[in-house]
T-cell receptor, first 114, second 114 residues
């Protein structure tokens, strides 16, 4: 069955430091990959997506992610975090030839130290 | 920028009561979804809806659940007889095109069953 694993439940970084949030997926065919962010009291906002092509994708708010097929990973990165980046981050996979469900990971809550 | 809206933001109900959660998807979108997130757990797919019928549903979406698009703008999720374990955040999402496009999420309705 398809699944998404985010091994870190909480991550704390200092403002201005770099960030990497890990995501691994399990899916037999070509996945469509997403990162969503959820700020407190808000809905899920798409940060970036990978469907095909260049494996390094750029998103909003200075985030990027790299698809590594050999590692079944799609890690999210940001070179310098801001206090406003404190939120919960969800990695998700959409299924090839299916425009139905997205499967989410459990999320990583990011805390920023001043 | 168009957005998905949901009402109410918080609903408290007693066990056994019926609830209807309402969503207004983005106006030209054709694909509609409900997801839920039990506190501390991951976002889970419930149901997808296209062309006035359910296109896929998860095992969570049993006979107690139903969805409807009663007019051209609203998309509703009804829970016929709520149980304590239905307490969760319910997210509505919509998508404009077929294939691996972005699903736009609403802010969610927090349902508390007492």
């Amino acid at each position: 069955a398809q699944s998404v694993t985010q091994p870190d439940i909480h991550i704390t970084v200092s403002e201005g430091a770099s960030l990497e949030l890990r995501c691994n997926y399990s899916y037999g065919a070509t996945p469509y990959l997403f990162w969503y962010v959820q700020s407190p009291g808000q809905g899920l906002q798409l940060l970036l997506k990978y469907f095909s092509g260049d494996t390094l994708v750029q998103g909003i708010k200075g985030f990027e992610a790299e698809f590594k097929r050999s590692q079944s990973s799609f890690n999210l990165r940001k070179p310098s975090v801001h206090w406003s980046d404190a939120a919960e981050y969800f990695c998700a996979v959409g299924l090839e030839n299916r425009d139905d469900k997205i499967i989410f990971g459990k999320g990583t809550r990011l805390h920023i130290l001043p | 920028e168009p957005e998905v809206t949901q009402t109410p933001s918080h609903q408290v109900t007693q066990m056994g009561q019926e609830v209807i959660l309402r969503c207004v998807p983005i106006s030209n979108h054709l694909y509609f979804y409900w997801y839920r997130q039990i506190l501390g757990q991951k976002v889970e797919f419930l149901v997808s809806f296209y062309n006035n019928e359910i296109s896929e549903k998860s095992e969570i979406f049993d006979d107690q659940f139903s969805v409807e698009r009663p007019d051209g703008s609203n998309f509703t999720l009804k829970i016929r007889s709520t149980k304590l374990e239905d307490s969760a955040m319910y997210f509505c999402a919509s998508k404009g095109t077929s294939g691996p496009g972005e699903q736009y999420f609403g802010p969610g309705t927090r349902l508390t069953v007492t």
